[in-house]
């Protein structure tokens, strides 16, 4: 039996090898990665690697067995049809007859296009009989600390979400909840909507931001439409752009706001603060 993570060279998925390390013996963790030489670490400290693309479903062919745990992350090759990708590890999970399947999906609430890959990959999942869990993750931190430098170059932050607020955390906090379901007993057939235990607004982003650095950062706040062309003109490809502005619109609606509390009962520990990761970010 082994615990295995696909996606094991991402932001995310390299939280969670990181944290399984701390839990169970390496010899007992599979990563699931592309590129081998990106994991080459990981196998040095006993790790071991199966090298798996989601695009070539017959590399995930015996890549799982009997008994496994397998944490899907969910891809982000958004033009590549991400659900038929999902598939290709759900069918292969079944096939081998997993004793659990964890899936990063995204807040039930949420009704921007970005949650409809999510929904078809759950729809799936359910349908194929597999013991699952649904982490429905809600936003990152860092989906805003980790490109902080147009903010700064401005003294703007600029977002198409109103007054809406979110429950952020980190991904270090989601891998955490991954990582409690993979290790521990009882999430078969479970479903986790996860978010920070503190919601926030723009407006306090930005004051939190001047309050870090001593200067004047403002939220300019502005439509879905005048959003996504500041994305396409800062080079985003046209349609992730409009998805990044259906999340704003989602936020003003206060779809991202989760809450009950799933993170933290599941990591045992109150999530990341907002205010901690700008820190951080200040400081890199």
């Given at each position: 039996m082994s615990i295995v993570v696909t996606g094991a060279t991402g932001h995310l998925g390299r939280h969670v090898v990181e944290q399984l390390l701390e839990k169970v013996p390496a010899a007992e963790i599979t990563a699931v990665v592309r590129d081998e030489a990106r994991a080459a670490d990981l196998a040095a400290r006993g790790v071991r690697l199966a090298v798996a693309d989601y695009n070539a479903p017959r590399t995930f062919d015996g890549l799982f067995a009997a008994g496994d745990k397998v944490l899907l992350i969910s891809g982000n090759e958004f033009d590549k049809g991400r659900p038929a990708q999902h598939q290709v590890v759900i069918d292969a999970a079944a096939a081998a007859g997993?004793?659990?399947?964890?899936?990063?999906s995204a807040p039930g609430s949420l009704s921007a296009a970005l949650a409809d890959d999510?929904?078809?990959?759950e729809k799936a999942l359910l349908a194929s009989g597999l013991p699952y869990s649904l982490l429905r993750n809600g936003w990152y931190h860092e989906n805003y600390t980790e490109n902080l430098a147009p903010v700064l170059a401005h003294d703007a932050v600029v977002a198409a979400a109103g007054d809406g607020r979110l429950?952020?955390?980190?991904?270090?906090?989601?891998?955490?909840?991954?990582?409690?379901?993979?290790?521990?007993?009882?999430?078969?057939?479970?479903?986790?909507?996860?978010?920070?235990?503190?919601?926030?607004?723009?407006?306090?982003?930005?004051?939190?931001?001047?309050?870090?650095?001593?200067r004047e950062i403002v939220y300019n706040a502005v439509s879905p439409e005048a959003l996504t062309g500041i994305l396409t003109g800062a080079g985003l490809p046209g349609p992730f752009a409009a998805i990044l502005a259906g999340v704003d619109a989602s936020i003003e609606k206060g779809e991202l706001v989760v809450t009950?509390?799933?993170?933290?009962?599941?990591?045992?520990?109150?999530?990341?603060?907002?205010?901690?990761?700008?820190?951080?970010?200040?400081?890199d």
């Amino acid at each position: 039996m082994s615990i295995v993570v696909t996606g094991a060279t991402g932001h995310l998925g390299r939280h969670v090898v990181e944290q399984l390390l701390e839990k169970v013996p390496a010899a007992e963790i599979t990563a699931v990665v592309r590129d081998e030489a990106r994991a080459a670490d990981l196998a040095a400290r006993g790790v071991r690697l199966a090298v798996a693309d989601y695009n070539a479903p017959r590399t995930f062919d015996g890549l799982f067995a009997a008994g496994d745990k397998v944490l899907l992350i969910s891809g982000n090759e958004f033009d590549k049809g991400r659900p038929a990708q999902h598939q290709v590890v759900i069918d292969a999970a079944a096939a081998a007859g997993v004793a659990l399947l964890a899936y990063t999906s995204a807040p039930g609430s949420l009704s921007a296009a970005l949650a409809d890959d999510h929904r078809a990959t759950e729809k799936a999942l359910l349908a194929s009989g597999l013991p699952y869990s649904l982490l429905r993750n809600g936003w990152y931190h860092e989906n805003y600390t980790e490109n902080l430098a147009p903010v700064l170059a401005h003294d703007a932050v600029v977002a198409a979400a109103g007054d809406g607020r979110l429950s952020s955390a980190s991904r270090a906090d989601y891998a955490a909840a991954a990582v409690a379901v993979l290790t521990g007993e009882g999430h078969e057939n479970t479903t986790y909507e996860l978010g920070g235990d503190e919601a926030w607004s723009f407006a306090e982003y930005a004051a939190e931001l001047s309050r870090r650095t001593g200067r004047e950062i403002v939220y300019n706040a502005v439509s879905p439409e005048a959003l996504t062309g500041i994305l396409t003109g800062a080079g985003l490809p046209g349609p992730f752009a409009a998805i990044l502005a259906g999340v704003d619109a989602s936020i003003e609606k206060g779809e991202l706001v989760v809450t009950t509390g799933d993170l933290s009962r599941l990591t045992g520990r109150p999530t990341t603060p907002l205010s901690e990761a700008i820190a951080a970010a200040l400081q890199d």
